[in-house]
């Protein structure tokens, strides 16, 4: 095995859709990189990122379903087994250690259990998760020990819940941050005007914007029913106030019934999915909210420090996010009421930066997207050194 060919990678996880891992990954694709050459076996086809990714050159292979495990890793198997990957690179929280058995097995040198969360099926319960639970810190957890050459997650928190009291200990083990591109914010700050930017989104130009970007289930992880709270107690202060509720899911109409109960359904626009989260950051918020009930390593705190935004944050966020951005994040209980909230958001208000600062602080830190490819690729190839 030489070096002086492209990395061959096939990215497993479940789909192309527009999510924290897919984004990060295409946004790695969009470097052009020669070193390094993509392709994925993805649980579900037809998502948003499919057709750009198969530009790139990228192969897609279609798995069958994760809750059919055998068929899936048979499936697994066959794809390995008739392709000469370099790197095995599985994306998740559970049942990357029977992938990782599969591709040890295939003869793939590389073989990578890389964690994106802290919570299993994003903190969905009942009697199958406490099963689930129990093989994941078990049967899982040991096949990853026995069959991955690396075991990678977002953050430390999310190491500790892949890996328990062998995070930090296996030297197998460390983080790789999911690096953002800063170049979307230099072109988003000229391509608008806040006013027109705010007209063309139905946004008033004197609004205080409270803003947040997620995903609208299925599970209630991004706890957007509190976010409304929040806001309900911040418009009854001041009727400035507006909420902007970029993305979608499940949860939508819930929620939207509850805006209506509410009788807030003028001051907050749910407008769906949103494809230029710079723009919106830059010209629409004045203030990020992400009261999350968990996350692995939040990309949208990132890119909000990048807009300059200050963000309010719930206390169960890692470190990894908070600590390295101490002076743009304002960490907060959620055992506290939304009264609470609504005074820190209005003491935040004020704390916006100018863009350019914004994506000065990010560049020094490990989370852009050129340290990302460039961590990833010392990954792959320190571990194919030692397979030469």
Known sequence: MTLNKPIRVLHSFGSLGRGGIETWLMNILRLHSDEIKFDFILGKL?????????????????????????????????????????????????????????????????????????????????FEMRIRSLRHKTIDRSRILSHATDILACSSDAGRFLMGRHWGIDPRCRTLYCGIPLEHFSIALSKWSRSEFRNAHGIPNDAIMIGHAGSMGPSPVKNHSFIIEIFA?????????????AGDGPLRPMLEQKVMEMGLQSRILMPGLCDDIPSLM???????????????????????????????CSDTITRDFTEPFSQRVLPVSLEVNASIWADRVEEAVQRRISVEEGIAIIEKSPFSIHNSLSNMLNIYKQRLQTCL
Not at 285 to 302: A, N, R, T, W
């Open 233 to 245: 107690e911040l418009a009854r202060r001041d009727q400035r106030y507006y909420l902007y509720l």
């Open 46 to 126: 037809g998502e948003a990122y499919e057709e750009e990714a198969r530009g790139y050159g990228c192969r897609i292979h279609k798995a069958p379903p994760i809750r059919q495990l055998s068929k899936n890793l048979s499936f697994l198997r066959e794809v390995l087994t008739n392709n000469r990957y370099d790197v095995y690179h599985a994306h998740g929280e559970e049942f990357m250690g029977d992938s990782v058995k599969i591709a040890a097995k295939a003869g793939v040198p590389v073989r990578i259990a890389h964690c994106h969360s802290t919570k299993l099926a994003r903190g969905k319960k009942g």
């Open 282 to 312: 830059i010209h629409g918020f004045d203030i990020h909210i992400l009261p999350s009930l968990q996350e692995g390593l939040p990309v949208v705190g990132m890119e909000a420090v990048a807009s300059g935004l200050f963000t309010i």
